[in-house]
C-alpha cells in the first residue's frame, strides 16, 4: 500500500467528489420525488450517476496523475501548491453546480445546460433576477461556498499532498492506473465511442433522467458540444440533402414545380390574401412566456381579460405550437418562419446576422419603416447584431426610454414594464407620420421576478410578483395598447398580431411536454376575419408566411411553414417542436422524438398530455430527421435568402 501513498490526492479527491454528487443527488430525488416516483425504475438513477462520476472525476484526474507519476522528487515541491488548488478548484465547481441544480431544474426541467453558460454573459438581468426571485437559496448557497472554502483551503495541505516515492515504481504501476482512469473515464470496454448523455436515458421522463447525471458533466458537455452542434448527422442521423430538401417539401403547400431557383432551394412565391396595392402597416407584439394555459379564451386560467375581448375582432389561433423554450426559438420562427435545429438559435450564430431571411427585409423592400421597440436590452441574446443585420432598420431599446424627458411606470431587472413598452410604441407610430411601417414590439413584464407597477391590476394571486400576476399586468398593456391605437390615424391600416414567444417554465414527465409548447396567436386588421378559430395545429413558423398573406405582399420567400391561405381541407396539422436536445415532429397525433445518438421513438398523442408508445413509422421518423437535416444545411450554406431585388427584376 506504501507504492501507492503518491496517490493518495487522487483518491481523496475521488472520494469527496463522489460523495458531493451523491449528496445532491439523494437530495435532488427527495425534492422532485414526487414526480422522479412515477417513473418505472426510478432507482436507476443512483446507479447511472455512480458511473456518470466516475467518468467526470477519472477526465478530471487524468493531468495530475501524469504529472504526479513522470516528476522527480525534486520538482516535487514545486507542483505541491498548483495540484492543491487544481483539485480545491475542481471540488468547488462540482459544488457550486450541485447547490445551483435544484433552482436550474425548477425553472428548465432539466440538470445545468446551455442555457446556464448563455446567462453568465448577461450579469445586469441575471444577478437582479437572482437577487429577487432566489435570494434564499443564494444566501445558503453562498454560505455553504464560504465554509467549503475555508476548510479547503485550510485542509488542503493534509488532504492533496504529493507524497514522494520511487520514480521506477511510479512508471511500473502507471499502466494499470492510466487503464483504469482511461475506462473511468470511457466507462465501457466494448464501445468505440466513450459513454455520453445518452446513455442516461431510461425513461421517457426527460426531468429524471437528467438526474442521473451531475451537473459539473452536463455544463461541461454543453460547452463539448457548442463546437459540433451542427453535425446533425453525428448525433442525430444521416440523410443526403436531395432527400432531405425532398421530404421536407411534402409538408408544404407549394407544389414541386413552384421551386424554380435552384440556388436557393426552398425560394417560392407567397400567396397574397390582397389584390389591393394599399401597403398595410404590421405590428408583431411579441409575448413573453404567454402560454395558452394562462389564456381564458383557448381554457387556459382567466388571466387574459383583455385579449379574450380582442379575439371577437380577429382570427384566434387555438392549436398553435411554439418551436422551443427560449425567446430567441420565438424570435427566429416568428421573425424568420425558420425551422428549430440542434444548433443554437440562428439570431445568435454567426452566419445568420446578415442576409439572413426575416419579414423585415421584406417589407423594407417595399418600403416601409421597419423597427424593433423593446423595454430591455437589445443586445441581450444578440437580438440588435441580428436584427440589424436583417432588415430592421431602427431599434428602439432601453437606452432609448433613459433618454426620453418623460415619467414611465416601472423600469425593472429586465428594463421597462410593458405598459411602458406600448406607450412608446404608440408615440413611435404617430411619428412615422403616414409612412407604412413594420415594427416588432417585445414585451418584459411577465419574466422573473415578475416586476410591474402598482394599481394597474386586481391581483389574482395575493402575493404579488407571480406569474399569474404578471400575466394579467402584461393582458392590460395589451389592452392599453389597443385602446391607444384606436384613437389613432394609423390604426384602421394596421395589421396586428399578438403571439407569445414560449410558455413559462417548460417542465413534464414526457420526453417533449408537448402541453407546455401550445401557445396562443390572434391576428388582427384589415381583411382579416372577426370572431374565427382556426383549429388546425400549426407551428409558430407558419404565422410568418400568413401574415405576409394577409399584409398583401406579393413575394418571393424560402419560408417552410404554411400560411392558412394555403392549406386546403386534406391539409394534415403538423407542428414542430424543440426541447433540449430533444426534437420532436408532429403529424396529427403521430408524433417522432428523436434523442441525440439514440434511435427515433413514436408516440400516440393524446390529449397533449400522454405520449403512448407506438410502432416506429421509418417514413415518418425519416420525414423528422429530413427537418433538421434542411435547418442546418440552409444555415451552412446560407441559402435561406431572398434573390436580390436585382436579380428578382431580371428574372
Known sequence: MKNLYFLKPIIIFFCLGILITSLSRFFLFIYFIDRVIETENYWTIFPIGLRFDIILLSYISFLPFVVMTFIPDKFLKYVQKPISFYFLFFLFLILLTEITSANFINQYDTRPNRIYIDYLIYPKEVIGTLVKSYLPSIIITIIILIISVYFGIKKSKQLFTVHSNSLSIRLLLMPIFLFLLIFGARSSLTSKRPINASNAIFSTDQMTNSLGLNSLYT????????????????????????????????????????????????????????????????????????????????????????????????????????????????????????????????????????????????????????????????????????????????????????KDNQKYALKGTWGYCDEDLVVKANQYFKSLDGKPFFSLLFSTSNHEPFEYPDGRIKPYEKNKNTVNNAIKYADFSIGKFFELAKNEAYYKNTIFVIIADHNTRTYGKNLVPIKKFRIPALIIGPNVPKGIAFNLQSSQIDIAPTLLSYSGVKVETPMIGRSIFEINSETKGRSIMQFHDNFAFRVEDDIIILQPKSKPLQFKVINDSILKPAKLDIELSKDALAHLIVAENLYKTRTYKIRSIKTAKNN
Open 219 to 402: 455544463l461541461g458537455y454543453a460547452i463539448y458540444s457548442i463546437k459540433n452542434e451542427t453535425d446533425i448527422s453525428d448525433l442525430y442521423g444521416k440523410m443526403n440533402i436531395q432527400e432531405a430538401n425532398a421530404r421536407v417539401k411534402k409538408y408544404m403547400t407549394t407544389k414541386e414545380s413552384g421551386f424554380t431557383f435552384e440556388s436557393i432551394p426552398f425560394l417560392h412565391k407567397n400567396k397574397s390574401d390582397s389584390i389591393s396595392n394599399k401597403k398595410y402597416n404590421v405590428v408583431i407584439i411579441l409575448e413573453e412566456s404567454l402560454g395558452a394555459e394562462f389564456v381564458g379564451s383557448l381554457g387556459g386560467l382567466p388571466l387574459t381579460p383583455e385579449f379574450d375581448k380582442l379575439t371577437k375582432e380577429g382570427l384566434l389561433f387555438t392549436n398553435l405550437y411554439c418551436t422551443g423554450t427560449r425567446s430567441v426559438r420565438g424570435i427566429e420562427a416568428v421573425i424568420s418562419g425558420f425551422l428549430p435545429s440542434s444548433a443554437e438559435s440562428v439570431v445568435k450564430l454567426s452566419n445568420s446576422q446578415e442576409n439572413f431571411f426575416t419579414i423585415a427585409s421584406v417589407y423594407k423592400n417595399e418600403g416601409y419603416d421597419t423597427s424593433f421597440i423593446y423595454g430591455g436590452m437589445a443586445n441581450f441574446d444578440n437580438m440588435a447584431s441580428f436584427f440589424n443585420g436583417n432588415g430592421f432598420q431602427n431599434i428602439i431599446d432601453e437606452t432609448d426610454f433613459d
